[in-house]
């Protein structure tokens, strides 16, 4: 089945700085790439995603990128803000079956 | 519309005993998903289900575990007997038929003591 890396673990940025979270896959036929947000005791929330015919999405301060070849597809949130403080999961699905999620990123923004 | 719907938002329990998580899927959606959540092991798919039949049970951890859903606007999750290492958020998710996202509810904090 596929597997799905995720990194850091833990990412500590001040605000208005960059935060680059990366995620790679195993299953070469996975074609869609979501990520989710969740706030701490929040349900997750989907904030964007990618499908693999698509090498990049934005979304205002939300960015995905997505590299086939290497398996490897990374979300980046720009000018960042106390409120993007959350855990970011990414996921890759292969078909149009079950998503298979990352361990997730806690990210820190402090003021 | 009111999103999936999840009860008990909150369950303390002793082990042994017999839990059932309930969700309301949201009108429409044909999948449905339920999701087991703990710091060591993050976000696990236990079981899918699509048109109401289970598709993927391959994460329901031991037969202790059982998900029916015996039409499209309600399911269970059973634990029985319960123990304390099933002490987690669950989370229950569903999907439309021609859409990609999974939508998730808000969640039932299990503890079992």
């Known amino acids: 089945g596929e597997n799905v890396e995720q990194h850091p673990s833990t990412l500590s940025v001040q605000e208005g700085d960059s935060a680059v979270i990366k995620c790679t896959y195993s299953?070469?036929?996975?074609?869609?790439f979501p990520w989710y947000k969740q706030e701490l005791g929040k349900r997750p929330q989907l904030i964007i995603d990618?499908?693999?015919?698509?090498g990049e999405k934005k979304d205002q301060r939300i960015a995905v990128t997505l590299n086939k070849t290497a398996k490897h597809f990374s979300l980046h949130i720009t000018e960042t803000q106390p409120e993007d403080s959350a855990v970011y999961f990414c996921a890759a699905r292969t078909g149009y079956s079950t998503l298979t999620f990352g361990k997730g990123t806690m990210l820190l923004v402090s003021p | 519309d009111a999103g999936v719907i999840q009860s008990p938002r909150h369950e303390v329990t002793e082990m042994g005993q017999e839990v059932t998580l309930r969700c309301k899927p949201i009108?429409?959606?044909?999948?449905l998903f339920w999701y087991r959540q703990t710091m060591m092991r993050g976000l696990e798919l236990l079981i899918y289900f699509n048109n109401n039949v289970p598709i993927d049970d391959s994460g329901m951890p031991e037969d202790r575990f059982s998900a029916k859903m015996p039409n499209a606007s309600f399911s269970t999750l059973k634990i029985q007997p319960s123990e304390p290492r099933d002490s987690a958020v669950y989370f229950c998710a569903s999907r439309d038929r021609a859409g990609e996202t999974q939508y998730f509810g808000p969640g039932t904090r299990l503890l079992v003591l």
């Open positions: 009108s429409g959606h044909n999948s």
């Open positions: 990618i499908r693999s015919n698509v």
């Open positions: 299953d070469s036929a996975s074609n869609y």
